[in-house]
Structure formats: structure tokens, C-alpha cells
């Protein structure tokens, strides 16, 4: 095949338009192209023609000569990296392989490791998706919050209810990027997410391909167990021989995977109590802040923008205060949601569907906060001083919002006081609000970073500072708030136990979680053999 890239058209063009221009690059007739494929598509939208912009691969005839008298850096033969993994371990498994956890990082280890014939039991505090949809919906139309299924917890993990983002910053020339985004379309995500330059799935559509993922594991000899906690581990002489689970069952185990997302606080602690090897680790705080979408995509695109999908943004900027502020999860087109897991605390997040069809834009606002900034402990390096940072402006959230998501105009927010009512815009927001003032929950310096960079970003799209724009709190669940060490082969300071993903400190986002837990499994692989046949699984 050959690779053609910076193929250039207009908005409106057609199928036919894209072969026609492969063809004029390659200076052949359209019917010599025997098969396009499209292997990247993004928008050019630095002028106000705006442009999709194509790579592709070409199947013709005598391709390297073509290639040759072109002499064109766009045209080059096509280099495949298609993921390859070969199983080498030799040591004998007396058990299956537990995997704690069930988000992207656990999905995708325990996919691996039942391909290969590892039969593993994945264990999931929370809800299958449908089941923990239904729960979530009650949440935010009123009911109790559910504290072992909720945003969080349950199928798929923290990215079920968010925009379904796969772009990544990732670089990882082994071919396991795009074949983490190969599984997730063969089990019913859009096939463009193998394509576009910024691909997400969309939470509607997500749900879908999570169940099937599930489903592929247990038609292979995996098994799923749903409300099941991880609440113990057992050891011997520093390695796992056991876990415990809802703090009753006892299951033999040698090899766990800890795929626990950034938010098992619990879970955490019963590591740190066991002696396990964690350290706290910077991460970022701050706000939700909703636009109307039009404003956005009128600024990204200018008066064509109804022809294009909704825009996005991606913003920085190093405040006075030497506080870095940047936009994280934009949702175009989407929902703000509480995703609250503990009582007594307002956590939010983003969320969209596949169309993003939603009248506001919207995305977290956040400050970078180190271990410098956290509670003073009289434990030196204390791992879960990040947590209790989360926990205390979780619960001045949840103080300043009478116990619902806390909202306020911009202006207001400058001024520091409590809104009264909206403007020309009102929330989309899943789940209670109160009218409030967040300069409550946050610290001070995060307060006067977000002002100062949400006026900078004035200067990038016209209407940013609006003060009518609705701010909600607290964004505080970006990342994980420490980090379990893990050795060259992946094990952390216990034998047996693999961190892995975004709750381990290894990942942030939907991919790198996903290839992480693909990482994972190579190292499990590597070391210990195939056990299907052995006779003495566990």
C-alpha cells in the first residue's frame, strides 16, 4: 500500500472527490486505485477555508516504482506496526490470575489474558453497565447515592460517563495504541475512532462496546464478578497467596492485578496499611466551566461551523502566581454530572454522548496542586495526603452546595459571592445544583490562577470570560492522587501484585489506561505459562 498524506478538501466534498485527489497525487487514473483506506482525517481550521485533511493508503499496482518517480514526501510505501505478542512465561500458575477492577486498564488485561488462555477473574466493587446506569440515573434525579456503584464505580470505570476520549499523548511504537482502538471498534464503536485525528466513542455508545468486551472475556473462560470489593490482600514472606473479598470470601490468588481507577480512597488505605510501596504524586484541581457550544465552534470555525461537528479547545496558561491552569475533558456538546463516591462530598465530571448534540460546551478548568500543597502529616512522604486534599474541598463542595453540585456565574466567581440567578444561558447539568459561591471550595491560589487564566484565554476565543458563564465545583478526580511503585516487570513492593492504569499513577485517559493494562498482561505473560491446560486452576 501506499501511504498518501496532506490530501486537502473542502468540507462539502464527496467520496468520489477523495479518490480523485489520491489519484491527481499519484499521477495515475482513478482506476488504478484498487482500494483507499483512510488512516487519518482531522480538520484545518487555521483560516477561514477550512479544510479536512486525509491520509490514506493506496492499493495500486508496481507501488514502490510509483513511489520512486514520484520522489514526494507524502507519498510513501505504508509501514505497518500491527501489534504482535507472543507468550514466553514458563512458570506454572496454581491459581487464575485476579484482576481488581474492571475500568479500561482492567478491561483490557483481562481481554489479553483470556485470549491467551489465562482464564482470569476479574472482581468489580460496582454494577454491570446497564444495572449501574439505572442507579447512577437515580442518583442524580434525587435518590441516595450508592457508594460501591456510582460515576466512578461499576462496568467501565470512571470513562462510562464521560465523552469517551481516545486521543492520547502516549507514544508507543508497538502498535498498541491503535490496537486498543482496533478491539474497542470490533466490539461496536464507531470504526472513524481508527481514523480521526481526536476519536472518542461518546458515553451512550460506550456502555455498548464495554458489555461486549465483557462478553468475548467469559465466552473465553473468563470470569466477571460484579459487586465484589477487594478488601484484604494476604501475604507470605512478601509475596500475595490470597485475597479477601467483601470481607468475608478468601480466593487463592498469586498474580493480582490492581486496575483500581483514581478514586478506590479505601482501597488505598488498606495498601498503605500492608505495607505496600505508594507515593503521593502532583495532580490537578479546579472547575467545571460551560459555554454555549455555538460560541465555541463559531470561534474555532467561523460562520462554516454549522457544517462541521461541534468544536473543541484545548487551552494553558502559566498564571501570575506560577499556578500552570489548563483546560482537561472538554466535552463538546455535552453534560456536566455529579460524580460523587462519597457521602458528605460533590465531586463533578464531563460527559457527552456520540453526537454531541447538547446546546453547551463545557470542560474542567484546573491547577496543577503537588505534594507541597497538601495537609501536613507527621508521616514523612504520607501517600494518602493527596486523598484527604480530594476530601476536604470535596466537602467544602458539598457545604457550599447543600449537599448538590454547587454552581455560579463567572462574574460573580471574580467577585466572590454567591450568584443569584442565570443569565442568557442555563446549566446542563446531571443532578441536583444550588446556586453558591465556589471561591468556597477551592484554595486561594487555585481561585486567583483560574481567574487569571480565564481572562488570558479571552485573547484565544472571543467570549471565554463571558460573566455569565456558569462554573460548577469541584473538579478534583483528574488523576490519581499517588502512585504504586512498580518495578521493571511490573510487580509492585508485594510479589504477585501488579499496579496498573490510572488509579496505579500509570495512565490518564481511556487509552493509556487501556495500553497499560495491555503492558500488564505482556508482563504476567512473559513470566508465567499459559495454565488452560494444567488442570489445577483455582
Not at 486521543?167 to 471498534?185: E, M, P, Y
Not at 447543600?402 to 443569565?423: A, C, E, H, I, N
Amino acid at each position: 500500500m501506499l501511504q498518501i498524506s496532506q490530501l486537502k478538501l473542502k468540507i462539502d466534498h464527496t467520496e468520489k472527490d477523495l479518490y480523485k485527489l489520491a489519484a491527481k497525487t499519484l499521477k495515475i487514473p482513478e482506476q488504478e486505485i484498487k482500494k483507499l483506506v483512510i488512516t487519518r482525517k482531522s480538520i484545518d481550521a487555521r483560516k477561514e477555508d477550512i479544510f479536512y485533511v486525509y491520509q490514506v493508503e493506496a492499493e495500486v499496482s508496481e507501488e514502490e516504482k510509483k513511489a520512486a518517480r514520484l520522489k514526494s514526501p507524502n507519498v510513501t510505501i505504508a509501514k505497518k506496526s500491527a501489534y504482535q505478542f507472543k507468550s514466553s512465561g514458563e512458570a506454572r500458575l496454581a491459581a487464575r490470575p485476579v484482576i481488581a477492577g474492571f475500568g479500561p486498564a482492567g478491561l483490557f488485561c483481562g481481554l489479553m489474558l483470556a485470549r491467551f488462555g489465562y482464564c482470569p477473574v476479574i472482581l468489580e466493587r460496582g454494577e454491570e453497565v446497564d444495572k449501574r446506569v439505572e442507579t447512577v440515573e437515580s442518583f442524580w434525579n434525587g435518590g441516595m447515592l450508592n457508594l460501591e456503584s456510582n460515576v466512578q464505580f461499576g462496568e467501565g470505570g470512571a470513562g462510562t460517563f464521560s465523552d469517551g476520549k481516545l486521543n492520547t499523548l502516549i507514544k508507543d511504537q508497538s502498535g498498541r495504541n491503535h490496537f486498543v482502538l482496533q478491539i474497542l471498534a470490533e466490539h461496536g464503536a464507531p470504526e472513524e475512532i481508527r481514523y480521526l485525528n481526536k476519536p472518542h466513542i461518546g458515553t451512550d455508545k460506550l456502555r455498548n462496546v464495554v458489555k461486549a468486551i465483557r462478553e468475548e472475556i467469559i465466552a473465553l473462560g473468563g470470569e466477571v464478578r460484579f459487586n465484589t470489593c477487594l478488601t484484604d490482600i494476604i501475604t507470605e514472606q512478601g509475596e500475595v497467596t490470597g485475597i479477601e473479598l467483601n470481607h468475608k470470601e478468601i480466593l487463592a490468588c498469586e498474580v493480582l492485578v490492581l486496575a483500581l481507577g483514581h478514586s478506590a480512597r479505601d482501597t488505598f488505605k488498606m495498601l498503605y496499611e500492608k505495607s505496600m510501596k505508594l507515593t503521593p504524586k502532583s495532580f490537578a484541581i479546579g472547575l467545571r466551566m460551560e459555554h454555549p457550544q455555538e460560541l465555541i465552534s463559531r470561534n474555532q470555525y467561523g460562520s462554516r461551523y454549522e457544517k462541521l461537528p461541534p468544536a473543541d479547545y484545548k487551552l494553558t496558561h502559566n498564571a501570575a502566581n506560577n499556578r500552570g491552569i489548563y483546560s482537561f475533558c472538554m466535552c463538546p456538546g455535552g453534560f456536566v454530572v455529579n460524580a460523587s463516591s462519597e457521602e458528605g462530598r460533590i465531586a463533578v465530571n464531563g460527559m457527552s454522548n456520540h453526537a454531541r448534540n447538547e446546546k453547551n460546551a463545557n470542560s474542567a478548568l484546573i491547577v496543577t496542586v503537588t505534594p507541597a500543597d497538601f495537609p501536613k502529616s507527621e508521616i514523612e512522604n504520607y501517600p494518602l495526603a493527596g486523598v484527604e486534599f480530594q476530601r476536604i474541598w470535596e466537602a467544602k463542595a458539598y457545604a457550599a452546595g447543600k449537599g448538590s453540585v454547587p454552581v455560579q456565574l463567572y462574574g460573580d466567581f471574580k467577585r466572590s459571592r454567591t450568584s443569584t440567578g442565570f443569565g442568557k444561558m442555563m446549566p446542563n447539568l446531571k443532578g441536583g445544583y444550588q446556586l453558591s459561591n465556589l471561591r468556597d471550595c477551592l484554595p486561594d491560589y487555585v481561585s486567583s490562577a483560574l481567574i487569571d487564566g480565564i481572562e488570558a484565554f479571552e485573547h484565544k476565543i472571543t467570549g471565554f470570560s463571558d460573566e455569565e458563564a456558569i462554573l460548577s465545583g469541584v473538579e478534583t478526580r483528574t488523576s490519581s492522587p499517588l502512585r504504586m511503585e512498580r518495578n521493571e516487570f511490573f510487580e509492585s513492593s508485594i510479589k504477585g501484585i501488579y499496579p496498573c492504569g490510572e488509579g496505579a499513577g500509570y495512565a490518564g485517559g481511556i487509552t493509556s489506561a487501556a495500553v497499560d493494562g495491555i503492558k500488564v498482561f505482556e508482563a504476567i505473560a512473559s513470566k508465567f505459562k499459559n495454565p488452560i491446560f494444567t488442570g489445577n486452576l483455582k
